[in-house]
């Protein structure tokens, strides 16, 4: 059973740090590009970072410089470490899969989310 578990989420003070897991299971992890998403109630869903099978990876305008995503073939896990958090960093974050990158916005491969949220 394919399966993304988020964690790392909770609440923090304004230009406080978190760092979200992603942990895969039921798919061939390597043979995946991970994408970070994020998202609140009534908006619509915004990207975040992604990283290619590669290790390539790509940001938001309005997270580079203060998150990073990484990943970790032998844990199955994909990170995002996200710094200097404000309060619009306040949502749900989740994680998505994809066999191809460019497919990654439209994959049904996600977690269900962490919760994270700034308090000014």
């Known amino acids: 059973q394919v399966q993304l578990v988020e964690s790392g989420g909770g609440s923090v003070q304004a230009g406080g740090s978190l760092r979200l897991s992603c942990k895969a299971f039921?798919?061939?992890?390597?043979?995946?590009?991970f994408g970070w998403y994020r998202q609140t109630p009534g908006n619509q869903r915004e990207f975040l970072a992604s990283?290619?099978?590669?290790?390539?990876?790509r940001y938001a305008d309005s997270v580079s410089g203060r998150f990073s995503i990484s990943r970790d073939n032998t844990e199955n896990t994909v990170y995002l470490q996200m710094n200097n958090l404000k309060p619009e960093d306040t949502a749900n974050y989740y994680c998505?899969?994809?066999?191809?990158?460019?497919?990654?916005?439209?994959?049904?491969?996600r977690g269900r989310g962490t919760q994270v949220t700034v308090s000014s």
């Open positions: 998505a899969a994809a066999r191809i990158i460019s497919l990654l916005g439209n994959s049904e491969t």
């Open positions: 039921g798919i061939i992890f390597r043979n995946n590009a």
């Open positions: 990283i290619t099978i590669g290790g390539n990876k």
